[in-house]
């Protein structure tokens, strides 16, 4: 590995633990912290840049990103042997289950949600005061929304 500056090192550490460019950069370098946000964010761009600097951070992310990879693994592989032992009970719900679950982990399903519009949205607030006076005969407040 290339030797980096203290402030290199920090710098890359931060970035490396999900800190921004510009957050990491006045975490290495206080005495920007009086400087503009502009002016931060373009030495934290080049310090990025920084061929050393990126290899470094690289270094720094991949044991987490081994990490978040081997705990997918292992789940895949846990659920698909709940499915087995599931099928070996003859508990076929279970197995459908577990099975449906391995492909969410894979990213096999996507949640979709719809918004179902409502027949009050087709209303002003003045017409739905009106109506809500005449069905309760009470006051209605004057703020609807």
């Known amino acids: ?7 290199q090192e920090k710098f890359s550490q931060l970035v490396a633990s ?15 912290l009086k400087w503009a946000a502009k ?15 990126s290899a470094r951070i690289a270094e720094l992310r991949k044991p987490i990103a081994d990490a978040a990879q081997m705990s997918m693994g292992g789940h895949l592989s846990e659920l698909s042997r709940l499915k087995m032992l599931a ?10 289950r ?16 719809m918004k179902v519009p409502s027949l009050l949205d087709e209303f002003e607030p003045s017409e739905l005061r009106e109506f809500l006076k005449r069905l309760t005969h009470v006051p209605v407040p004057t703020e609807i929304h």
């Open 87 to 96: 099928e070996a009970k003859d508990n076929v719900p279970a197995a459908i």
């Open 1 to 7: 590995m290339n030797k980096l500056t203290p402030q």
């Open 18 to 32: 999900g800190k921004s460019q510009s957050d990491a950069y006045r975490g290495a370098y206080p005495r920007c």
């Open 98 to 113: 577990a099975e449906e679950l391995r492909g969410r982990v894979a990213g096999y399903y996507i949640e979709r949600t």
């Open 39 to 53: 002016t931060v964010h373009e030495n934290a761009s080049r310090m990025s840049a920084n061929s050393k600097v």
